[in-house]
């Protein structure tokens, strides 16, 4: 992948974090006297990092459900090309 | 409350699911009973049998013997002893990367079998037989849908700060590690760090939007709990820290050390020779451990360890213990450990009480040692007197095999071309006074064709 190519994407995947961040991310969270609940584990987790770790988590299983769709409208249209072309040579 | 036979080990003790002990000279674990359902889970799902035949994971046997706190205990397994014990500040860029990807590849593997990664410090890595292996096998919790991974922030703190600094900033920052004990702030990796990393969205959101959010929320009482991450967004996050580590390079180039081989002052007869003095000191003593001091890339420590022996080959410079490493993996060798070393600051013990990770000293004795062209950079270089180093190295080995370069050698020469010779007592006699009086000379060679002449010295005292 090219550097320009890298640099649109990562700005346009850091774009929504940077708007979401300050506004519904920690908007969202309502500050309370019962403290961070995030599953087992002895170590504290650290709220900040589960915040984040939720945001970025969006957005990177986003890019994997998109990258899997992605392939499979691609093997999808191959498919369909493929049997066209096998029509057409069919006498 | 223990038995007096057992003794708890000093690093384990903050996972109240259980701890290390001692018992007879033999590593055990128990398992604590508020556990148990996670460790039949591990034991039972099938994760325990994939870890361990992809030797992700250090295998156990259970043990019938009486726990140490019966009154909390479910099992005592014993796990397979690792032969040399070495910390996250004493790896070299490739083993850091190493540990951390698998440490994502055991977390990855946990998931199939919904169980995730409890801790995500690099203190729960070893090496064993050249290869990282996950050493905690207390650390898998059961996993429910829409449970964040508790260990992100310790594994951004332990592995990506670390790795990302090493990469975009300085090799030598990983010895920051030595000073955070549960890995680097994100805060300080984020600061140090180049401009040009915030537009990698992995570095970006794992580190610098990851402090950020560290900091907004520092001191509050958050509630958490009704934030979802699903599965597909967890398999994100470990991909994408997959991918950000993969793409982590480093060179070892440009340093007057990784070339020192090249570089050295020996014909190739004298070369020879000292590899066949070295050699035959070896099978003289057939050591079942040696440490390399100042090894450089290594070659001298592959006489010992392609005999078999458990080498560890130690070096302070980056570049060297890099090469060294990349060689080992290249050629799969299962008997070296190349370690990042400052013998003149070995790694001290850190911790609570200092005593969570263990000094480089106490993990000794060796049963051999080789100090090779190493001699003229701790006295000249560092200013240590010989009989300093003397009591040094008679503390870590048995056997000692060593190499005297006299001062007019091209080497030592090189060393004192900046800088005012105050070594007037540098002399070979006055090293053979001084380690006289801690190591009987059972034999010495004069290296052929240069000044130089090799010891095998045996510890009166051991």
């Known amino acids: 992948m090219s550097v320009s190519r890298r640099l649109v994407i990562t700005i346009a995947c850091a774009i929504p974090v940077l708007l979401i961040l300050p506004e519904t991310a920690y908007g969202s969270v309502t500050p309370s006297g019962s403290g961070v609940s995030a599953g087992v584990g002895y170590i504290d987790p650290g709220a900040g990092s589960i915040i984040i770790q939720i945001i970025v988590g969006a957005i990177a299983g986003g890019l994997a459900l998109a990258a899997m769709y992605w392939k499979r409208a691609k093997a999808f249209l191959a498919n369909l090309v493929a049997k066209r072309r096998s029509n057409d040579d069919k006498p | ?462």
């Open chain 2, 1 to 462: 409350m223990t038995t007096n036979r057992s003794e708890q080990l000093p690093g384990s003790f903050r996972d109240p699911d259980g701890f290390l002990f001692h018992r007879d000279g033999v590593l055990y674990r128990q398992v604590n009973v508020p556990y148990k359902r996670d460790y039949d889970h591990l034991m039972a799902s099938g994760l325990y049998q994939v870890l361990i035949q992809a030797d992700m994971l250090i295998p156990h046997e259970e043990s019938v013997m009486d726990a140490p706190r019966g009154d909390i205990a479910y099992k005592v397994i014993r796990p397979e002893p690792i032969p040399f014990v070495s910390y996250p500040y004493e790896w070299c860029f490739g083993q850091l990367r190493d540990a951390a990807l698998m440490t994502l590849r055991v977390q990855r593997t946990a998931l199939q079998f919904n169980m995730s990664l409890k801790d995500g410090s690099g203190f729960n890595t070893q090496f064993r037989k050249g290869k990282p292996v996950f050493i905690d096998t207390l650390s898998f919790a059961q996993y429910h849908e829409g449970q964040p991974w508790v260990a992100y922030r310790q594994f951004c703190q332990h592995f990506l700060a670390p790795l990302a600094l090493m990469a975009y900033k300085d090799i030598r920052l990983n010895q920051l590690l030595r000073i955070y004990v549960d890995g680097l702030p994100l805060d300080l990796a984020s600061s140090l760090l180049p401009a040009s990393t915030r537009v990698k969205f992995s570095l970006l959101s794992h580190i610098h939007l990851h402090a950020r959010s560290q900091a907004h929320f520092a001191g509050r009482a958050v509630n958490t709990s009704g934030h979802r991450l699903s599965r597909m967004g967890l398999l994100g996050i470990i991909d994408n820290l997959e991918s950000a580590i993969r793409g982590m390079k480093w060179q070892p180039v440009g340093t007057e050390w990784a070339e020192y081989y090249e570089d050295t002052n020996y014909s190739a007869e004298a070369s020879q020779h000292k590899r066949q003095v070295v050699a035959e000191y070896l099978d003289t003593i057939k050591p079942a451990s040696v440490w390399d001091l100042g090894a450089n890339a290594g070659i001298f420590s592959r006489l010992a360890s392609d005999r078999g022996t458990l080498t560890i080959s130690v070096d302070s410079d980056a570049a060297a213990v890099e090469k060294n490493y990349l060689d080992a993996v290249a050629r799969g060798e299962t008997h070296i450990l190349p370690l990042m070393v400052d013998l003149s600051n070995p790694s001290p013990g850190i911790g609570w009480e200092n005593k969570e990770r263990v000094s480089f000293i106490e993990r000794g004795p060796a049963d051999a040692a080789m100090a090779l062209a190493l001699i003229h950079h701790l006295a000249i270089s560092n200013n240590l007197p010989l009989g300093r180093i003397a009591s040094f190295l008679a503390e870590i080995c048995r056997y000692l095999i060593i190499e005297f370069v006299p001062k007019d050698d091209s080497q030592v020469q090189r060393l004192l071309r900046t800088r005012e010779d105050v070594f007037a007592d540098y002399t070979q006699q006055s090293f053979e006074n001084e380690f006289r009086r801690y190591f009987a000379l059972e034999e010495s060679v004069a290296i052929r064709e240069s000044q130089r002449t090799l010891y095998l010295m045996r510890n009166m005292r051991r």
